[in-house]
T-cell receptor, first 117, second 114 residues
């Protein structure tokens, strides 16, 4: 079973629309961290946010916001008033205590977001 | 401060050829990782290292070998390349490998095996 599921393979919206990228995770640990990375067409991986399992407060950074809900094991990412520059592949990732971090990150398969002008 | 760098950026190999991918970091990080990214698969961990002279297998280690002779370098070797190893390879590092640490990624190496 996938530990990190990003069910939306591709999303296409028109510029200025709001869009939410879903991330559902699975872990038996009580201590874990969740991450979002952005991969623009240039290919590099850009860190966006980190959230620990004990902090369920929503996070907002400009047009970006994240909703963490332990009850549904979800860590969703919303872009408000999307822009063409937001077009990228977005990855959700999990870091668990069981591996002590040494096992690296477990990534979802990514969501390809296309913002049409 | 270059962060994490990878060499080469792009390479084409024929089946059976060998090559080494080099990852270097200048942040004095203890932990280093090699991932591969395939279409629709996300990133998967190949091997990792918790410090100089140590390596360990990740999720998809078959067909690869690694070495960490110096703290700042982590090498990924393909002894006999196969078309299934066509992928984009990312190196990453983190200070002490703790679960809360952000991993810093290199720019990636695109490998095509014919």
């Amino acid at each position: 079973a996938q530990k990190v599921t990003q069910a939306q393979t591709e999303i296409s919206v028109v510029e200025k629309e709001d869009v939410t990228l879903d991330c559902v995770y699975e872990t038996r640990d009580t201590t874990y961290y969740l991450f979002w990375y952005k991969q623009p067409p240039s290919g590099e991986l850009v860190f966006l946010i980190r959230r620990n399992s004990f902090d369920e407060q929503n996070e907002i950074s400009g047009r970006y916001s994240w909703n963490f809900q332990k009850s549904t094991s979800s860590f969703n990412f919303t872009i408000t008033a999307s822009q063409v520059v937001d077009s990228a592949v977005y990855f959700c990732a999990l870091s668990e205590a069981a591996g002590g971090g040494a096992d690296g990150l477990t990534f979802g398969k990514g969501t390809h977001l296309i913002i049409q002008p | 401060n270059a962060g994490v760098t990878q060499t080469p950026k792009f390479r084409v190999l024929k089946t059976g050829q060998s090559m080494t991918l080099l990852c270097a970091q200048d942040m004095n990080h203890e932990y280093m990782y090699w991932y591969r990214q395939d279409p629709g698969m996300g990133l998967r961990l190949i091997h990792y290292s918790v410090g100089e002279g140590t390596t360990a297998k990740g999720e998809v280690p078959d067909g690869y070998n690694v070495s960490r002779l110096k703290k700042q370098n982590f090498l990924l070797g393909l002894e006999s390349a196969a078309p299934s190893q066509t992928s984009v390879y990312f190196c990453a590092s983190s200070p002490r490998g703790r679960i809360q640490e952000t991993q810093y990624f290199g720019p990636g190496t695109r490998l095509l095996v014919l």
